[in-house]
Every structure is written in C-alpha cells, then in structure tokens.
C-alpha cells in the first residue's frame, strides 16, 4: 500500500479542519477489512452466484430458500464481524460534529455498533437485522439481531450434522465429513465444527417454504428488510438527507469512502454535494471506482489509495 503523500494528507487535514457541513457515502469496502465480502469484483461471488443477482426481487421470487440462505449467510458474517477502525473513526467525527452525516449503503450494521450517533446515520439500502412481511395485506415489520439462524433449516451445516439430510441428494453427516476433510487437505480454512456455506463444495439443502422466517401475524413469508435492484430506498430516510441538503447553505466536504460508486441514487449525492460547493475525497483500493471514474476527479479533490481501515483514521485524526 503506497503511504498518504504528505501534502494531500495537510491540505486535507487543514479543510477539515475548517469544515462544518460534512456529508460521507459509505459502502461495502469501508467493512472489508472486518472480513465481509463486498459486491464488485474478487469477493462478489456467492458460491456460484453473483451476488448482485441474488439482490433483486425477482430472485426472492424464483427462489425463496436460495435468497433467504444467502442472507443467513450474510446476517450470520456480519453478526460476528467487528467494526474496523474506521467505522470508529466516523462515529467518532459524528460524536464531535453534529453537522456531520452518514449516507451509509452497508446493511452490516456495523456503524451502529461502532457508536455512530443514529440520527447522524443513514441507511440507504436497509439493514440485514430488519424483517418484513411480504404479505399483501400486512404491514408487519421487526427488529432481529439476536436469532441468528433466523429459522432450524437456515443453519449452517457443521461437520457431521448436515441441517436436514433429507433434502439433499447425499447422505449428510457421510457428505460433510469427506468435504471437510478435502477442504482441509487443500488448506481451506474451516473451524471443526463449521463448514463454509459459501463454498460451493458444501453441500446446500433446497429449501422449503415452511423452512423459512414467517409473520407471526399472518403467516405470510418474511424477507429481509434490505433495498434490492428496482426498489425505492426508504422514502423517509431520502426525504430526511433531502432535507439536510436543503437546508445547508454549503456543504463543506464529502468523504466516499469504500463504495465503487455504481448504484443509483445513492451515487448521486456526490454531485448534490458538489452542487453545494463540497470538495470531494475519495477513499478506495482501486482508482477506477471514483466517482465518475479515475476521469471524475476534479480540481481540489482528493484521492486516497488503500484500506479504508488503515487510510480513514489516519486522514481523519
Ligand atoms: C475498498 C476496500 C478496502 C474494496 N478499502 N475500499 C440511474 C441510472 C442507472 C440506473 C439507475 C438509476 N437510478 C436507479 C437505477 C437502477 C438501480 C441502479 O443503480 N443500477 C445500477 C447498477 C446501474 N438502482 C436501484 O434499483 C435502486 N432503486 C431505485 O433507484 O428505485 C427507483 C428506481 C428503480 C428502477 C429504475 C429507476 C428508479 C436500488 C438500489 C439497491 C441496491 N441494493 C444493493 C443490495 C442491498 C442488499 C444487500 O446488501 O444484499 O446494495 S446492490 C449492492 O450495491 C448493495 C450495495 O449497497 C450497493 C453498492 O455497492 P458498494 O457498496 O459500492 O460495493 P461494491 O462492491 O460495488 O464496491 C466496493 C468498493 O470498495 C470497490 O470500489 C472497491 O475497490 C472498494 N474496496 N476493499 C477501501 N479495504
Ligand atoms: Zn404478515
């Protein structure tokens, strides 16, 4: 990792320092040194599915069990990752700046549980630990950080107890043993007792609707309480940022940190910031994904190469 050139380093230390208004756009990068996978690129495979595409309603739909398992997965990561030393920084700056807001498009949760101040804190894309029902008539809705798996067939298989072996074309405890043992001769990592679901090696039981997290209400099936591809963001939580644009005469600074910058409208905010006279720092391992690509810079940005864990408490000491 190349090291912070020290001029940028001061003259950015010297407008924040003179920075009131500051708005960040977070994205999955910013979480990738607490272990979690990001969308793009390398770690954007889920077994032999891009994860992008099991991120829509349509694959909800065709196949409720895949997706609810994938998200499992996710929750499951995400509950036993621990917030890198850049989320602290951010909160950290939330802490000390009330002027300070985050446009996060992580579901992690890992902000909140690195103290982010909430009313600070946007979540533009939802949260993993949020349920809802998918019923029709329902509008039930719920708050589940601590289930975790959500239902029996959502766990993941350990060595020798496959979740149901019934719903699998191999005998389970006979399959899981032999995928162990081979994940071990090729130097897998893997715990004794848990296997890795995201290995497409590991045997994956198809599952059933009664399998999976139901409305305690009506019964219908519940999803989980994230934005897909097609779906509106959470309209107070736009109408709250719009509002804090509105209101702010100038916008002194935008940080966007870890995001590859390619979804919309989330990436948007970047020229409404600019709009309002923000100078923009980005901070990513590849300069490609600035926004507007390596081209989108503009005069008196800032690029900051390498791990948002590393670069995010340095420029933001
Ligand atoms: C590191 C690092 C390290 C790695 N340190 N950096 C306008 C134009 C064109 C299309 C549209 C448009 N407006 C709307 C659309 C359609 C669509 C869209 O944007 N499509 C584009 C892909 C073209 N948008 C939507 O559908 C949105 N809804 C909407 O707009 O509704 C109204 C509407 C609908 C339809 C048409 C028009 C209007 C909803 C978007 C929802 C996105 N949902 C997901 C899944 C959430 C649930 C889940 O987590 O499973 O959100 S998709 C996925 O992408 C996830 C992420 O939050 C999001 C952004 O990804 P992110 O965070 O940037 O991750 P990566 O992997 O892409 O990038 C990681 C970056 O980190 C890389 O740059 C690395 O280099 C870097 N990195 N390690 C620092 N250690
Ligand atoms: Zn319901």
Redesign the pocket.
């Known amino acids: 990792m190349p090291p912070i050139p020290a001029a940028d380093l001061q003259s950015f230390s010297e407008h924040l320092q003179r920075s009131t208004r500051i708005l960040a756009l977070l994205?999955?990068?910013?979480s990738?040194?607490s272990g979690l996978p990001?969308?793009?690129?390398a770690g954007?495979m889920w077994r032999t599915f891009d994860?992008?595409l099991l991120?829509t309603p349509g694959a909800f739909n065709d196949n409720p069990g895949l997706v609810w398992q994938f998200?499992s997965h996710?929750r499951h990561m995400a509950l036993n990752a621990k917030p890198n030393r850049a989320h602290y920084a951010l909160a950290k700056l939330a802490q000390k700046n009330k002027h300070f807001i985050t446009l996060s498009?992580?579901?992690d949760g890992l902000s909140h549980r690195a103290d982010h101040p909430p009313e600070q804190l946007h979540l533009l894309?939802?949260s993993l630990f949020d349920l809802r029902c998918t019923g029709f008539y329902c509008n039930y809705s719920t708050k589940n950080d601590f289930t975790d798996p959500l239902t029996p067939a959502l766990a993941i298989p350990t060595q020798g107890v496959h979740p149901d072996p019934s719903k699998d074309d191999k005998t389970g405890e006979e399959a899981t043993k032999v995928l162990y043992e081979a994940m071990k001769a090729s130097h897998k990592e893997a715990t004794p007792t848990e296997l890795d679901i995201s290995d497409p090696l590991v045997p994956l039981p198809s599952l059933q609707a009664e399998d999976l997290p139901k409305c305690p209400e009506c019964g219908g099936l519940l999803r989980p309480g994230?934005?897909?591809?097609?779906?509106?963001?959470p309209s107070h939580t736009l109408r709250e940022i719009d509002d804090w644009i509105a209101e702010s005469p100038q916008i002194d600074l935008m940080l966007v940190?870890?995001?590859?910058?390619?979804?919309?409208?989330?990436a948007g905010y970047v020229d409404y910031a600019r709009e309002k006279g923000a100078r923009v720092a980005v901070?990513?391992?590849?300069r490609n994904?600035a926004p507007g690509g390596a081209n989108g810079l503009e005069p008196g940005d800032w690029f900051f190469e390498?791990?948002?864990?590393e670069i995010v408490p340095e420029i933001l000491k």
């Open positions: 994205g999955a990068g910013l990738a040194s990001t969308f793009r690129g954007g994860a992008m991120a998200y996710r498009q992580n579901v894309h939802g994230v934005v897909w591809f097609g779906e509106g963001l940190i870890g995001t590859s910058s390619k979804v919309w409208p989330a901070v990513n391992m590849d994904d390498g791990d948002a864990s």
